[in-house]
């Protein structure tokens, strides 16, 4: 025991609630096999904790003690509910008698990873595997989560509740996968982190562009599953966010604009978030066994290397596309590729690409298409059909920063025309 | 979170059931409203009387008129109000759903307003002051 004032316990429970509550939630659910039931003990562990901790002084190990008083405070309340329903003996019985390694500090990690599976598994609908793993691992209020996805609480708890129910009905397991397995089920996990990020880094719709706290939480997210799960694409896709986020103060003026990549002030990058973000992209490139969140983490750090737009390295970056379009290939990687080209060949080899691309049928509906076609048009100087191609792309944008954008540069436009 | 729990009753069917077995109902709900108590999720609660000894307020042309009965006539009536503490929506709705009341009937969750509270304790603090 370590002798602590009785008037700081308040605060270190506190505190030890802030760091420690979802570990010990997730131990808890692994003992229990019941996320209700699991919540319950644990906040019944730290009112205990407040109370005897005082009196006896703050464990050498609060974790492990709260995992225990919460185990012990789950049985307990199930004998006593057993006269309700008396399958809750049984229960009672199993947990009680069953000999887990409560402390093992390995096991306890694991547990988290557990939640994870669990949370991303692909039995759950994936617009419910997001707002799952934010609370249940990431521990944040059914209200934050609603609020960050611009949606009511009672719409997001009703998606909760489902996640739940799916889980407790389709019996899904608390457990990390087989090997066999892990690959794809890695890639559900890791999509839905990098969606939970994107929403906070280009929310889908709303008068702001960023929602830090969202992104704060998908980088949290990837750093623990590397600590538990040292994949290079875990790597990749954590070198991407933080590449990402070292732009987050350079990307919107004051005004909450948006500021293109080729505009931003490069000193404003953080340049402590581009260094570890380049040191994961190193380490899982030299894995050899890397995919797209490594490529794309890789293409942003070119970027970060250079001094400014016209000094990038813009071959690399489309040897970099290549790459990407055979291990993901998607419409929007060939739009990015075509725009690096530009960079390299001039506007029009850029422009042939992108129209080939919407004569196609593809990215049609995409505002980033038609004002990537416009920026073309506008640098070889066919300055009329660059303004019909950002009044197309105004009509498909949805958030308030980026239709700004479009009507600056439509603005721009006219006004050159007109000189 | 502090949020108010509703729970409606279809009073009709609560009052033909034999008065043993009400006892035996009533029992169940005190003795969940102990277990909410034991983690500290129970704040407080009051129980109604029957909506037919309610009488219900109305301004209209200037003047407040009087009526019999609730405000809305329903099959299920309000029968009773808990004050719930919990970390969010979802934790309070787990923590309802196992409440024993729900088998008698619905139970609507809302979330305290807590500024509008927050005012009024204020109020409170200034008059008692």
């Known amino acids: 025991m370590t002798d602590t004032s009785a008037e700081s316990v308040p605060d270190l429970v506190d505190s030890i609630y802030r760091t420690e509550s979802r570990r010990v939630f997730a131990t808890l659910v692994r003992l229990l096999g019941d996320f209700d039931l699991a919540e319950e003990s644990l906040s019944d562990a730290f009112a205990a904790a407040l109370q005897q901790w005082p009196r006896e002084g703050v464990p050498d190990n609060p ?137 906070g880094y280009s929310a889908s719709a709303g008068a702001e562009v960023t929602r830090t706290d969202l992104s704060d939480e998908a980088i949290r997210l990837a750093r623990l599953l590397l600590q538990l799960l040292p994949d290079p694409e ?13 732009r987050r103060t350079a990307r919107l003026s004051p005004e909450g604009d948006i500021i293109l990549l080729e505009d931003q002030d490069r000193e404003l990058w953080d340049r402590d978030l581009i260094a570890e973000g380049k040191s994961l992209v190193q380490s899982s490139l030299s894995s050899g066994h890397f995919g797209e969140y490594t490529i794309q983490a890789a293409i942003s750090a070119v970027h970060a290397d250079a001094a400014n737009a016209a000094e990038t390295d813009w071959q690399q970056i489309v040897a970099h596309y290549d790459l990407l379009l055979r291990a993901a290939p998607s419409p929007v990687v060939e739009l990015n590729r075509a725009v690096a080209i530009a960079m390299c060949d001039g506007p029009e080899a850029g422009l042939a690409l992108i129209e080939a691309i919407l004569q196609r049928g593809d990215l049609t509906e995409y505002y980033l298409a038609y004002s990537a076609q416009g920026e073309l048009l506008r640098r070889m100087g066919r300055l009329a059909e660059a303004q019909s191609s950002f009044n197309h792309s105004l009509t498909l944008a949805k958030q308030e920063p ?7 540069k439509i603005a721009m436009l006219k006004e050159t025309a007109d000189q | 979170m502090k949020f108010v729990c509703m729970g409606f009753i279809e009073e009709s069917k609560w009052e033909s059931v034999p008065e043993e077995e009400g006892q035996r109902l009533m029992n169940e709900c005190f003795d969940y409203d102990d277990e909410l108590r034991r983690g500290g999720h129970f704040l407080g609660g009051e129980a109604l009387k029957s909506a037919r000894e309610a009488v219900t307020l109305r301004f209209t042309n200037g003047n407040v008129a009087v009526t019999d009965g609730p405000y809305a006539e329903t099959k299920e ?53």
């Open chain 1, 63 to 199: 974790r492990a003690w709260l995992v225990s008083a919460g185990r012990f405070k789950a049985i307990d309340a199930m004998r006593r509910r057993a006269r309700f329903d008396a399958s809750l003996e049984t229960l009672a019985q199993r947990i009680d008698t069953s000999e887990n390694e409560l402390t093992n500090e390995e096991q306890v990690a694991d547990d988290r990873l557990r939640l994870i599976f669990t949370c991303c598994h692909p039995a759950i609908d994936p617009k419910i595997q997001v707002p799952l793993t934010l609370r249940e691992v990431c521990g944040l209020t059914t209200e934050e989560i609603a609020s960050a996805f611009l949606t009511s609480p009672p719409t997001m708890a009703q998606r909760i509740v489902r996640g739940k129910a799916k889980i407790r009905d389709a019996k899904i397991p608390f457990a990390i996968p087989s090997l066999a397995d892990l690959p794809e089920r890695i890639e559900a996990v890791l999509s839905v982190i990098y969606l939970v990020f994107n929403e």
């Open chain 1, 234 to 246: 875990v790597m990749g896709l954590l070198a991407l966010m933080l590449l990402h986020s070292s």
């Open chain 1, 402 to 408: 980026e239709r700004r954008f479009l009507s600056k």
């Open chain 2, 77 to 129: 009536m309000l029968g009773g109000i808990l004050l719930l503490e919990a970390r969010d929506l979802n934790h309070a709705i787990s923590l309802m759903s196992k409440h024993p009341g729900v088998k008698m009937g619905p139970f609507e969750i809302r979330p305290a307003d807590e500024q509008v509270n927050a005012l009024v304790a204020e109020r409170d603090a200034a008059f008692k002051g």
